[in-house]
Structures are given as structure tokens and as C-alpha cells.
């Protein structure tokens, strides 16, 4: 079975832009989180979503929205880009709620 | 606020002895815990989990210990070898879908 994907892996923009970031899921699970990992603040919960869903939601601001799409697959966007939102966004599915969770490589998002 | 801590960055231990991490959370609601590895340039991969209802769960080398009166889990690796050396992130949650909590991660090294 494909492990979980994301795209791109590295991506560098300015102050102000936004971006995208892309994760297919493992086939048939139905639940999907993001996280963003910066050195010494280990893995912040972004939100996750499960059939289309978004059913939690972390402590981050506005500029940061996602959305989930029939097939489960993914998307994060993150929009007037802070040097501060560099970081490592993770993404992670599992087939049901309330289980271990399988992380794809990451997006290294680098604003310049 | 972080929920869940992991106050040792780092940790070294020759090979064949046992390693010990340590984790620790404020949230009497929690009642999910798991470690993972984390090797560099790839995401967490899922090592082992224990719901509160225990006290101990066993996989191999792997045992994790929960001492709920005290919020606090360990992670015992016995023996150690070379491969483990890895940052490892303890995680919680509170049956809330998949929102979990994130420690910082302690960086073991087993050293041959």
C-alpha cells in the first residue's frame, strides 16, 4: 500500500504570498490532520478532517484554512505569509477516528 | 500552552543498554497516548499506543509505561541499538477524533 504523499516536499516564498500545500492519503483512510513542527515547539495541531469534514481545529489563525475532497485527499492553504510560518507541515491519515496516525515526508515551507 | 512535555532535548546510551523517555502531560482528559520515531527528512512513523485503561503495553523491545496518577508516560527501549537513534515524540489524546497533543521530542542516540 503507497504510504502518505505530499507536495510539494520544498518550497520557498516571500512575505505576503500565499501557498498550497498537497496530501493524499493512504487508500481508505478517511481522516486527515495537518500539524506544523518548528524547532522546540515539536508538532502544533493544525486541523483535521474526516469525510469532507473539518472536525477539530488547533490554535492557529485564519490565514491558515484547509479543506478535504471526496477522494480524501488534502489540501492546506496558508494565506499573507509571515517569516514566522516557516516551518515543516506534516500531514497524517488514519482509516477511523481515534487512532495511531501515518505521516507522509512533510512540506519544508521556507518565507523569505 | 503545551500540554504535553518532554523536558529531556536529548538523551545518549551505549548500545545493549535500556534507553528511557520520559513524557509528560497536564490534561487529566487524555486517555490516548502513542510514541513515535522520527528519523530525519522523513514524518513520524507510529511506534507503539496504550489508552489509559492500562498501565503498561509491551511490543518487542518496546514497553510503555502510564502512570496516570502522576500524568506521566516512559518509553523503554531494551536493549538499545544503533538504529533507534531518533527523535522520539511522545502524544496525547483527549477521544476527540484525531486532535492530538505533540511533546517536543527528545533526540536519542545509541551509541555502539
Known amino acids: 500500500k503507497a504510504g502518505v504523499t505530499q507536495t510539494p516536499r520544498y518550497l520557498i516564498k516571500t512575505r505576503g504570498q500565499q501557498v498550497t500545500l498537497s496530501c493524499s492519503p493512504i487508500?481508505?483512510?478517511?481522516?486527515v490532520s495537518w500539524y506544523q513542527q518548528t524547532p522546540g515547539q515539536g508538532l502544533q495541531f493544525l486541523f483535521e478532517?474526516?469525510?469532507?469534514?473539518?472536525?477539530n481545529k488547533g490554535n492557529f489563525p485564519g490565514r491558515f484554512s484547509g479543506r478535504q475532497f471526496s477522494n480524501s485527499r488534502s489540501e492546506m492553504n496558508v494565506s499573507t505569509l509571515e517569516l514566522g510560518d516557516s516551518a515543516l507541515y506534516l500531514c497524517?491519515?488514519?482509516?477511523?477516528?481515534?487512532?495511531?496516525?501515518?505521516f507522509g515526508p512533510g512540506t519544508r515551507l521556507t518565507v523569505l | 500552552d503545551q500540554q504535553v512535555k518532554q523536558n529531556s532535548p536529548s538523551l545518549s546510551v551505549q548500545e545493549g543498554r535500556i534507553s528511557i523517555l520520559n513524557c509528560d502531560y497536564t490534561?487529566?482528559?487524555?486517555?490516548?497516548f502513542l510514541w513515535y520515531k522520527k528519523y530525519p527528512a522523513e514524518g513520524p512513523t507510529f511506534l507503539i499506543s496504550?489508552?489509559?485503561?492500562?498501565d503498561k503495553n509491551e511490543d518487542g523491545r518496546f514497553t510503555v509505561f502510564l502512570n496516570k496518577s502522576a500524568k506521566h508516560l516512559s518509553l523503554h527501549i531494551v536493549p538499545s541499538q544503533p538504529g533507534d537513534s531518533a527523535v522520539y515524540f511522545c502524544?496525547?489524546?483527549?477521544?476527540?477524533?484525531?486532535?492530538?497533543?505533540f511533546g517536543t521530542g527528545t533526540s536519542l542516540t545509541v551509541i555502539p
Open positions: 497524517a491519515s488514519s482509516p477511523l477516528s481515534y487512532n495511531e496516525q501515518f
Open positions: 487508500s481508505g483512510h478517511r481522516s
Open positions: 478532517y474526516f469525510s469532507e469534514t473539518q472536525r
Open positions: 490534561n487529566s482528559m487524555f486517555d490516548y
Open positions: 496504550i489508552s489509559s485503561i492500562k
Open positions: 502524544a496525547a489524546s483527549a477521544n476527540t477524533g484525531n486532535q492530538f497533543y
